[in-house]
């Protein structure tokens, strides 16, 4: 069975960068795409990037170009998201999950859909 694990995440201040890591395992890489999703207090979770294992494709939500960066360490199993110019805003918890490509509008929809999480890792960002 696939297995998630995020690290990464901890106290920042605005303006900062952090590169949070995904461990994976449990699966054929060529055939996942491995997103990055967030879900901040009281608010619904949202998609950040996807990238296909397989082909190194990558994909982000609009408003999530720019400042964070997803990247593929197959050797090492492990799928990174850099994030830099943190702002406030941005405190959330942070997972990683598969398959962000079971459809085209499953980054979108924040997720839904997709079987395998995570646990999360918190980033906060202070003003």
């Known amino acids: 069975e696939v297995q998630l694990v995020e690290s990464g995440g901890g106290l920042v201040q605005a303006g900062g960068s952090l590169r949070l890591s995904c461990a994976a395992s449990?699966?054929?890489?060529?055939?996942?795409?491995i997103g990055w999703f967030r879900q901040a207090p009281g608010k619904e979770r949202e998609g950040i990037s996807c990238?296909?294992?397989?082909?190194?494709?990558?994909r982000y939500v609009d408003s999530m170009k720019g400042r964070f960066t997803i990247s593929s360490d197959n050797a090492k199993n492990t799928v990174y998201l850099q994030m830099n110019s943190l702002k406030p805003e941005d405190t959330a918890v942070y997972y990683c999950a598969a398959d962000c490509e079971s459809s085209y509008y499953t980054l979108y929809s924040g997720g839904n859909g997709i079987d395998y999480w995570g646990k999360g890792t918190l980033v906060t960002v202070s003003s």
């Open positions: 990238i296909n294992m397989r082909d190194g494709t990558t």
């Open positions: 449990g699966f054929t890489y060529d055939d996942y795409a």
